[in-house]
T-cell receptor, first 113, second 114 residues
Framework: DGGITQSPKYLFRKEGQNVTLSCEQN?????MYWYRQDPGQGLRLIYY???????QKGDIAEGYSVSREKKESFPLTVTSAQKNPTAFYLC????????????FGPGTRLTVL | LAKTTQPISMDSYEGQEVNITCSHN???????ITWYQQFPSQGPRFIIQ???TKVTNEVASLFIPADRKSSTLSLPRVSLSDTAVYYC???????????????FGKGTKLSVIP
């Protein structure tokens, strides 16, 4: 069963703690993405990766970090430097970044207390 | 940056055709136009993609005029299950040095009424 998975679905953390969100895909896609969505808002790009061991900042990268050590995995770390981390985080993948459509995971809702 | 503008919300009765327009005045030559559907607390789902003229698939049609400064997503005979937020995505914009910009609009909340 191919697809893109994110875990956990809900995550609670105390203020000041770093937290890592998981994103895994078995679609053999080269490109992967992280978006943030706030209530009633659209999607804003945090980071994307076109290929293993490479990633680029999106529009709102400050306070976040990523790694792409394996093709299937693109974890996102929300650091304590992120001023307002409570949000819905979406991971996506596509065969390439130029023309291909993105397949999204189910999302992780992060709440920082 | 290829900014997009969509209506914030639309209402439609079941069985009607719905047309949602997205404006993207500064679309670049290499940009594609892609539409996604999102239900609450779920990830968006691809609907349709186009570059110019008209594209049709089993769920929707996409109309793009010659100047490509706008696009219209057409949903035939909507049902209650089509109630969702619809996003227009234009890009990716080549920012140079191997980087790209991907810009989602704020989305149009479609409410289908019985």
């Amino acid at each position: 069963d191919g697809g893109i998975t994110q875990s956990p679905k809900y995550l609670f953390r105390k203020e000041g703690q770093n937290v890592t969100l998981s994103c895994e895909q078995n679609l053999n896609h080269d490109a992967m993405y992280w978006y943030r969505q706030d209530p009633g808002q659209g999607l804003r790009l945090i980071y994307y990766s076109q290929i293993v061991n490479d990633f680029q900042k999106g529009d709102i990268a400050e306070g976040y970090s990523v790694s792409r050590e394996k093709k299937e995995s693109f974890p996102l770390t929300v650091t304590s430097a992120q001023k307002n981390p409570t949000a819905f985080y979406l991971c996506a993948s596509s065969r390439d970044i130029i023309t291909d459509t993105q397949y999204f995971g189910p999302g992780t809702r992060l709440t920082v207390l | 940056l290829a900014k997009t503008t969509q209506p914030i919300s639309m209402d439609s009765y079941e069985g009607q055709e719905v047309n949602i327009t997205c404006s993207h005045n500064n679309i670049a030559t290499n940009d594609y136009i892609t539409w996604y559907q999102q239900f609450p607390s779920q990830g968006p789902r691809f609907i349709i993609q186009g570059y110019k003229t008209k594209v049709t698939n089993e769920v929707a049609s996409l109309f793009i005029p010659a100047d490509r400064k706008s696009s219209t997503l057409s949903l035939p005979r909507v049902s209650l299950s089509d109630t969702a937020v619809y996003y227009c995505l234009v890009g990716p914009r080549d920012s140079g040095a191997g980087s790209y910009q991907l810009t989602f609009g704020k989305g149009t909340k479609l409410s289908v009424i019985p």
